[in-house]
């Protein structure tokens, strides 16, 4: 079952990365300039930032506590951080009836729970 966590962890990973650093390196006209970015018109440039630094924070926070095996702790943190942003971009796609994003949200989430509870508990560092 590691294994599988430390799959799930490294594609989460992977996908927040991508999405945070595409937030933090655009401005919000080239963000909005992407069709299934159109919630980002409800948030800020500071904002959108704010979430990019968070996004790429939880991504490095979900593989490297626990590939260097420092402040492992770390992991779980990570993962309930990113469930949390997941709940809110689910809530703000739900608003905008944006449901094939919300769903994908939510699948996000669920996989954060996944990584969260399997490192708190039967697969802890």
Request: proline fraction near 4%; hydrophobic fraction near 60%.
């Amino acid at each position: 079952m590691n294994v599988v966590v430390w799959i799930v962890s490294g594609l989460l990973a992977a996908l927040f990365l991508m999405a945070g650093t595409m937030k933090l390196a655009k401005s919000k006209e080239q963000i909005l300039a992407d069709p299934k970015m159109g919630w980002a018109e409800d948030f800020s440039p500071g904002m959108l930032k704010v979430i990019g630094a968070a996004e790429v924070a939880g991504g490095l926070g979900l593989i490297l506590p626990g590939a260097f095996d420092i402040a492992t702790w770390l992991v779980p943190a990570a993962a309930i951080g990113l469930a949390v942003t997941m709940a809110g971009a689910a809530l703000t796609h739900a608003r905008r009836s944006e449901w094939s994003s919300a769903v994908f949200t939510v699948v996000l989430l669920a996989l954060a729970v996944f990584v969260a509870i399997e490192r708190i508990g039967p697969q802890a560092f």
